[in-house]
T-cell receptor, first 113, second 117 residues
Framework: EAQVTQNPRYLITVTGKKLTVTCSQNMNHEYMSWYRQDPGLGLRQIYYSMNVEVTDKGDVPEGYKVSRKEKRNFPLILESPSPNQTSLYFC????????????FGSGTQLSVL | AQKVTQAQTEISVVEKEDVTLDCVYETRDTTYYLFWYKQPPSGELVFLIRRNSFDEQNEISGRYSWNFQKSTSSFNFTITASQVVDSAVYFCALSDPPYRGYSTLTFGKGTMLLVSP
């Protein structure tokens, strides 16, 4: 089954404790991206990747890192999480670019205490 | 910079009513792509439609229809004879031209639609 898999689904952590949210797709998609969803703000793009070893900042990249060492994986790294990074995070992928249909993961609800 | 405005934060209707969700966008590009995504209460995001800037034909898919008007920079979404299962948050989004060296997607803040029985 074609899908984007995010883990974990829920995560509670404390300020400053490094964490990684994993994202994997099995559709051989080139384009992958991360979004955060906050009440009243909608979805905002954090980072995206147009292919292996090609990543770029979205609208709200501060406090986040990403890597794209393999085509299928696009982890989101919070090296020193802060409470303002409490949010619902979505990973997404498409065949080539953002102007194509995006397939989304199920989301990761992160709480930073 | 691209911008998408969904002025309606929340809409409540009774089942079988028609409802239109507004989307207004801003871009300096002549080539761009517009989308609608649905987020039901379960939380996943579901693709509904993609439209490029050169195709101004309205589209109908069952009870769903989309009205793209370049002159007013709008891409509105109408649900005819709404049903309880249509209750969700709906997002409009705008993408860059495909020839750019970068590729971003800008979402509106979403409209929450509540359909009551």
């Amino acid at each position: 089954e074609a899908q984007v898999t995010q883990n974990p689904r829920y995560l509670i952590t404390v300020t400053g404790k490094k964490l990684t949210v994993t994202c994997s797709q099995n559709m051989n998609h080139e384009y992958m991206s991360w979004y955060r969803q906050d009440p009243g703000l909608g979805l905002r793009q954090i980072y995206y990747s147009m292919n292996v070893e090609v990543t770029d900042k979205g609208d709200v990249p501060e406090g986040y890192k990403v890597s794209r060492k393999e085509k299928r994986n696009f982890p989101l790294i919070l090296e020193s999480p802060s409470p303002n990074q409490t949010s619902l995070y979505f990973c997404a992928s498409s065949l080539h670019r953002s102007n194509e249909k995006l397939f989304f993961g199920s989301g990761t609800q992160l709480s930073v205490l | 910079a691209q911008k998408v405005t969904q002025a309606q934060t929340e809409i409540s209707v009774v089942e079988k009513e028609d409802v239109t969700l507004d989307c207004v966008y801003e871009t300096r590009d002549t080539t761009y792509y517009l989308f609608w995504y649905k987020q039901p209460p379960s939380g996943e995001l579901v693709f509904l439609i993609r439209r490029n800037s050169f195709d101004e034909q309205n589209e109908i898919s069952g009870r769903y229809s989309w009205n793209f008007q370049k002159s007013t920079s709008s891409f509105n979404f109408t649900i005819t004879a709404s049903q309880v299962v249509d209750s969700a948050v709906y997002f409009c989004a705008l993408s860059d031209p495909p020839y750019r060296g970068y590729s971003t997607l800008t979402f509106g803040k979403g409209t929450m639609l509540l359909v009551s029985p």
